[in-house]
């Protein structure tokens, strides 16, 4: 499936947003590694320690956290960790100002296209993440 066809990531998009709670504005991460992408969703939370972690291979764990508030420390932030014997270390990390100033309709999102290799096991993981400024009305309950 070719995920860089502009027609078929707004429909994944537009299936994603549907699926998020009214007001949410968040990201989703395309993650490939050994041959298989999944794709990650993150929604902005008011704090980044509960976020936990996407099991990612047997290697990997993937982090991704949208902080829209308080406006002084709003980001969204990027975490690769590599899950060893002795625990989780962290091994790739990049920040991102919230809302990104990248286009998000660019080739590869807000982020461009992220490469994480891990000497262990000779493995590479690659993503990119794509903004996503969701304004869903509230949904009325069924009667």
Same mark, same amino acid.
């Given at each position: 499936?070719?995920?860089? %066809?502009?027609? +078929?990531?707004?429909? +994944?998009?537009?299936?994603?947003?549907?699926?998020?709670? $009214?007001? $949410?504005?968040?990201?989703?991460?395309?993650?490939?590694? @050994? @041959? !298989?992408?999944?794709? *990650?969703?993150?929604?902005?939370?008011?704090?980044?320690?509960?976020?936990?972690?996407?099991? &990612? @291979?047997?290697?990997?764990?993937?982090?991704?956290? *949208?902080?829209?508030?308080?406006?002084?420390?709003?980001?969204?932030?990027?975490?690769?960790? @590599?899950?060893?014997? /002795? =625990?989780?270390?962290?091994?790739?990390?990049?920040?991102?100002?919230?809302?990104? /100033?990248?286009?998000?309709? $660019?080739?590869? =999102?807000?982020?461009?296209? %992220?490469?994480?290799?891990?000497? &262990?096991?000779?493995? !590479?993981?690659?993503?990119?993440?794509?903004?996503?400024? *969701? *304004?869903?009305?509230?949904?009325?309950? $069924?009667?």
């Amino acid at each position: 499936m070719n995920l860089h %066809h502009p027609w +078929l990531r707004l429909a +994944l998009s537009a299936l994603w947003m549907l699926s998020w709670p $009214a007001h $949410a504005a968040g990201i989703v991460c395309h993650i490939t590694y @050994g @041959g !298989e992408t999944r794709h *990650v969703t993150a929604t902005s939370v008011r704090s980044p320690y509960a976020v936990k972690t996407t099991q &990612i @291979g047997s290697y990997f764990l993937f982090r991704a956290v *949208v902080q829209d508030a308080p406006r002084d420390i709003a980001a969204i932030k990027l975490y690769v960790y @590599g899950d060893t014997d /002795a =625990g989780p270390v962290l091994i790739h990390q990049v920040d991102y100002s919230y809302p990104p /100033a990248t286009p998000t309709h $660019a080739q590869f =999102g807000f982020t461009g296209l %992220h490469r994480v290799y891990e000497t &262990i096991r000779d493995g !590479e993981l690659e993503y990119w993440c794509e903004f996503l400024p *969701v *304004v869903l009305p509230a949904r009325k309950s $069924a009667k």
